[in-house]
């Protein structure tokens, strides 16, 4: 278990600095790679719990909103406020911001 920490730990800390050149698809699949070396060396168990880790890591440090596990509209206090918000934000945004209206059902 400590290998799977420790490699996450050095993982997230190699990928940090080079975050919007590398992109979220290759951190993924670099994380999948640690997760397939881990268990193919220390058996399922140890394998599982470094899959857990490295979805963990990979959505708290790369995945925006960065240092979060929430995302937009999901849980945590007020979370029901905030699709009204975004639809009357975008009724209320000029015409030149339509992309962002056009994402909203």
Do not use: C, Y
């Not at 997230?12 to 999948?32: D, I, R, S, T």
């Not at 790369?62 to 999901?74: A, I, N, T, W």
């Not at 979370?79 to 000029?94: G, K, N, T």
Request: proline fraction near 7%; charge should be neutral; avoid cysteine.
């Amino acid at each position: 278990m400590a290998a799977t920490i420790g490699g996450a730990a050095i993982l997230v800390a190699a990928l940090a600095p080079f975050q919007h050149k590398v992109g979220l698809l290759n951190e993924g699949l670099l994380f999948l790679l640690l997760t397939l070396l881990i268990s193919s060396t220390w058996g399922w168990l140890v394998g599982l719990f470094a899959a857990v880790l490295a979805n963990l890591a990979l959505n708290f440090f790369f995945v925006p909103p960065l240092h979060s596990h929430l995302r937009r509209g999901e849980g945590g206090p007020g979370a029901r406020h905030v699709q009204p918000v975004d639809r009357l934000e975008a009724r209320l945004a000029p015409h030149g911001d339509a992309s962002h209206a056009e994402s909203l059902p």
